[in-house]
T-cell receptor, first 113, second 114 residues
Framework: AQSVSQHNHHVILSEAASLELGCNYS??????LFWYVQYPGQHLQLLLK??????LVKGIKGFEAEFIKSKFSFNLRKPSVQWSDTAEYFC???????????FGTGTRLKVLA | EAGVAQSPRYKIIEKRQSVAFWCNPI?????LYWYQQILGQGPKLLIQ????????DSQLPKDRFSAERLKGVDSTLKIQPAKLEDSAVYLC????????????FGPGTRLTVL
């Protein structure tokens, strides 16, 4: 069965620290990849997405993610986090075969001012 | 543009009671999704509509859950009868198509079953 794994459930960083959140998926075919974010008290919203082309994609608020096909990974990065990045981050995969979204369990990030 | 609307925002019921949730997607969005998000987990797709037709309901517990989108616009999700394990946030999302475009999420309905 297809699945999405997010290795870190809780991450605590100080402001200006670098961030990398892991995401691995299990599906051998073509995929579309997403990172969604949920800020406290707000709706889930799209941070960035990968469909094809350059495997390094840039999203809003300085976030980027790199698709490494050989590792079935789509890790999220930010060179310097801010207090306002405190949120829950979800990786999601849409397989070309089923067009069904599968979300990871989420990573709760807390940034200390 | 107006976002995805959901109501109610919160609902507390006792087990074996029934409950219904309502969702109004973004105008013009053909695809509508219902997700269940249990505390500590990611959203799990329950059902996906394309206009008023069901595309995927493989993870919908059909013995107690039902959903409809009669006119291809708003949708209702019903649970009858509810169980304790149905306590979760129920999220509605919509997208312009089912081919992988961005999903826009509503605020969710937090259901507590006592």
């Amino acid at each position: 069965a297809q699945s999405v794994s997010q290795h870190n459930h809780h991450v605590i960083l100080s402001e200006a620290a670098s961030l990398e959140l892991g995401c691995n998926y299990s599906y051998g075919g073509t995929v579309n990849l997403f990172w969604y974010v949920q800020y406290p008290g707000q709706h889930l919203q799209l941070l960035l997405k990968y469909f094809s082309g350059d495997p390094l994609v840039k999203g809003i608020k300085g976030f980027e993610a790199e698709f490494i096909k050989s590792k079935f990974s789509f890790n999220l990065r930010k060179p310097s986090v801010q207090w306002s990045d405190t949120a829950e981050y979800f990786c999601a995969v849409l397989s070309s075969g089923t067009y069904k979204y599968i979300f990871g369990t989420g990573t709760r990030l807390k940034v200390l001012a | 543009e107006a976002g995805v609307a959901q109501s109610p925002r919160y609902k507390i019921i006792e087990k074996r009671q029934s409950v219904a949730f309502w969702c109004n997607p973004i105008s013009g969005h053909a695809t509508l999704y219902w997700y269940q998000q249990i505390l500590g987990q990611g959203p799990k797709l329950l059902i996906q509509f394309q206009n008023n037709g069901v595309v995927d309901d493989s993870q919908l517990p059909k013995d107690r859950f039902s959903a409809e989108r009669l006119k291809g616009v708003d949708s209702t999700l019903k649970i009858q009868p509810a169980k304790l394990e149905d306590s979760a946030v129920y999220l509605c999302a919509s997208s312009s198509d089912s081919l992988g475009n961005e999903q826009f999420f509503g605020p969710g309905t937090r259901l507590t079953v006592l």
